[in-house]
């Protein structure tokens, strides 16, 4: 079944009230207009972007926020929609297919999700979601300010070196395709 922006902001918005912590909300509004730009500019589904911008972190309404991964890609098979939606709640952590490319440390292991990081090919709307989400809180900011956000809030951990070469080389990705930095996209960036 497919799934709309519409529909998917209406799903993050019903856990408003129903959480004392709502930021991921906010945020994950961030990155679904973010992403729809960045599609936009590539010729891609604008819609599709913001949709799965505004679920990949769904499942912090479900459930401890450090199960989020998995607890959103249940939900959202649950819920009946088409595997790509739930695939964006696993994906949008780890870069490279690799599930130690990730902020905050080396995650506990769950083979599943080790298992389908490693063999999904990520597609380039996934890939915009991993970049929005490292430059998204409830505001859009530089990679950077976005990854210092991250390691004070989670600390420095082994594998924080190996995330953030990583992240920049997405970037940089990015904006190879665009032809401009995708800052040029958010001129609130400047701003913050």
């Given at each position: 079944?497919?799934?709309t922006s519409d529909i998917a902001l209406e799903l993050i918005e019903n856990f408003r009230n129903k959480m004392e912590d709502t930021r991921w909300i906010d945020h994950?509004?961030?990155?679904?207009?973010?992403?729809?730009?960045?599609?936009?500019?590539?010729?891609?589904?604008?819609?599709?972007?913001k949709t799965l911008g505004y679920i990949h972190d769904i499942g912090k309404g479900i459930g401890e926020f450090k199960e989020?991964?998995?607890?959103?890609?249940?939900?959202?098979?649950?819920?009946?929609y088409d595997d790509e939606y739930a695939n964006i709640c696993l994906t949008h952590s780890y870069l490279n297919n690799d599930v130690n490319c990730t902020a905050g440390g080396f995650p506990k292991d769950i083979p599943f999700r080790?298992?389908?990081?490693?063999?999904?090919?990520?597609?380039?709307?996934?890939?915009?979601i991993n970049l929005c989400d490292l430059m998204c809180t409830n505001v859009n900011m530089t990679l950077e300010k976005r990854l210092v956000d991250i390691m004070l809030r989670k600390g420095v951990h082994e594998n924080t070196v190996y995330h953030i070469k990583e992240a920049q080389k997405l970037?940089?990705?990015?904006?190879?395709?665009?032809?401009?930095?995708v800052y040029k996209l958010f001129p609130d960036v400047l701003e913050n």
């Open positions: 079944m497919k799934l994950s509004i961030c990155v679904g207009n973010s992403a729809g730009k960045i599609a936009k500019s590539l010729g891609l589904d604008r819609d599709k972007a989020h991964v998995m607890n959103g890609y249940k939900y959202i098979k649950e819920l009946g080790t298992d389908f990081i490693k063999a999904h090919e990520y597609t380039i709307y996934e890939k915009i970037k940089k990705e990015f904006d190879k395709m665009l032809g401009f930095n």
